[in-house]
Nanobody, 126 residues
Framework: QVQLVESGGGSVQAGGSLSLSCAAPKASGYTLGTYCMAWFRQAPGKQREGVSSLDRNGRPIYTGSVKGRFTISRDNANDTLYLRMNSLKPDDAGTYYC?????????????????WGQGTQVTVSS
């Protein structure tokens, strides 16, 4: 069982920045270097949507609304996934979830992913 723990959420004004982290504690017995990793978000009253994914070779996919503003990255040595969010907008607000699956390709749809973190809250005020 892969355990994922997100951190880094918070409250910012529109135009501000936040960085999220997703770690897999060593005690879970897994290393995430070969896993497909992704960030999803869910705003109140809306469905969870894919934000960005990153395959084992470092190739990212971004949903259109965050391209040029968000950057996904990973530190395989420390089993940590990151999401740097710049120029935040109120529409970016929601609960951000980290997800993982052992796979080569990393599509951005929710049902593909096996493991999920508990989420971290991002609030963006206008």
């Amino acid at each position: 069982q892969v355990q994922l723990v997100e951190s880094g959420g918070g409250s910012v004004q529109a135009g501000g920045s936040l960085s999220l982290s997703c770690a897999a504690p060593k005690a879970s017995g897994y290393t995430l270097g070969t896993y497909c990793m992704a960030w999803f978000r869910q705003a109140p009253g809306k469905q969870r949507e894919g934000v960005s994914s990153l395959d084992r070779n470092g190739r990212p996919i971004y949903t259109g609304s965050v391209k040029g503003r968000f950057t996904i990255s990973r530190d395989n040595a420390n089993d940590t996934l990151y999401l740097r969010m710049n120029s935040l907008k109120p529409d970016d607000a929601g609960t951000y979830y980290c997800a993982a699956r052992s796979s080569v390709t990393c599509p951005l749809f929710e049902s593909f992913y096996t493991y999920w973190g508990q989420g971290t809250q991002v609030t963006v005020s206008s």
